[in-house]
């Protein structure tokens, strides 16, 4: 049982350069995140998804698109890299509704030059 | 603007004390509280919650307390040790039509138990 599984850990980019970022979860989880840590500024949700087929913008979704590929599998597009979005990514999975802690990824630490 | 605060940026604490780890918030819509503990190079963990129709949840060394009046909670340890030493985020959600759930977390507090 992996739990929260993301590829890749580190990744170095130059401006204007795409990627895509994988996560997938064993939990049958309905729920999944896309989160980004920089210093001082804790997590910020970036995009989610309540549940297979459907998502929805987080707080800071500019630069950034999802694919909700099933229910294991939800991956985080970077189409030009921008250097603002050097940061540490994490993706979460949760049980659906309220009262439910999330599962987080080990991250993918992102480096755009 | 923030609707979680963590103003302590770190704690420092002696082996075997106790740590306070306090968080505020101002959405009074938010009915369920979480705290997070995050190792470097490590995704975050969950370590206790509580519902707004509680002011006090306990789990071995960790104690949450709720007080909704103040929009205010802590996170307490004791005895604190140096495993103890990590990130810790408070994070706090509300249930929203259509049963999504979305937690607004908090900018973190570093805490230093020294041996």
């Known amino acids: 049982n992996a739990g929260v599984t993301q590829t890749p850990k580190f990744q170095v980019l130059k401006t204007g350069q795409s990627m895509t970022l994988q996560c997938a979860q064993d939990?049958?989880?309905?729920?999944m995140y896309w989160y980004r840590q920089d210093p001082g500024m804790g997590l910020r949700l970036i995009y989610y998804s309540a549940s297979e087929g459907t998502t929805d913008k987080g707080e800071v979704p500019n630069g950034y698109n999802v694919s909700r590929l099933n229910k294991r599998e939800f991956s985080l597009r970077l189409e030009s890299a921008a250097p603002s979005q050097t940061s540490v990514y994490f993706c979460?999975?949760?049980?659906?509704?309220?009262?439910?802690?999330?599962?987080f990824g080990p991250g993918t630490r992102l480096t755009v030059l | 603007d923030q609707q979680v605060k963590q103003n302590s940026p770190s704690l420092s604490v002696q082996e075997g004390r106790i740590s306070i780890l306090n968080c505020d918030y101002t959405n009074s819509m938010f009915d369920y509280f979480l705290w997070y503990k995050k190792y470097p190079a490590e995704g975050p963990t969950f370590l206790i919650s509580i519902s707004s129709i509680k002011d006090k949840n306990e789990d071995g060394r960790f104690t949450v307390f709720l007080n909704k009046s103040a929009k205010h909670l802590s996170l307490h340890i004791v005895p604190s040790q140096p495993g103890d030493s990590a990130v810790y985020f408070c994070a706090a959600s509300e249930t929203r039509a259509g049963g999504s759930y979305i937690p607004t977390f908090g900018r973190g507090t570093s805490l230093i138990v020294h041996p």
């Open positions: 979460a999975s949760s049980t659906s509704g309220a009262y439910n802690e999330q599962f």
């Open positions: 939990m049958n989880h309905n729920s």
